[in-house]
């Protein structure tokens, strides 16, 4: 019913930057507003982690301590797209990225940003490497 669709990944140097796509597509009735959105990464051998999240209007944004400082997460509501930009990439950045939804926007208030099992409709994924 609904779909999540991640671009703009790929290979970039340390120090750099990137910018990663999320759209939303879904059945009429489904309103990419009424979610709350969120990043979360996995790299080989490790656990899935929340990147950044942001609220279903784009007022509240939380960001984990590993991004915070050098990473923005963005959403246009009108064109059913979340944004995410890591600037100052390190190798640790290397990762599948995958953007998720909350349908029901409640992450953005309760506290549970970065809980994975609270996202109900996940991207395919998109892989990261930063690598000199």
């Known amino acids: 019913q609904v779909q999540l669709v991640e671009s703009g990944g790929g290979s970039a140097l340390p120090g750099g930057s990137l910018t990663l796509s999320c759209a939303f597509s879904?059945?009429?009735?489904?309103?990419?507003?009424?979610?709350?959105m969120a990043w979360f990464r996995q790299a080989p051998g490790k656990e899935r982690e929340a990147v950044a999240q942001?609220?279903?209007?784009?007022?509240?944004?939380e960001y984990a301590d590993s991004v915070r400082g050098r990473c923005t997460i963005g959403r246009d509501n009108a064109k059913n797209t979340m944004y995410i930009t890591i600037d100052n990439l390190k190798p640790d950045d290397t990762a599948m990225y995958y953007c998720a939804g909350d349908p029901t926007g409640r992450t953005a208030y309760g506290g549970r940003w970065s809980a994975s099992d609270e996202y109900k409709v996940w991207g395919q994924g998109i892989q990261v490497t930063v690598s000199s």
């Open positions: 879904g059945r009429p009735g489904l309103n990419f507003a009424d979610y709350a």
């Open positions: 942001i609220s279903p209007q784009g007022g509240l944004v």
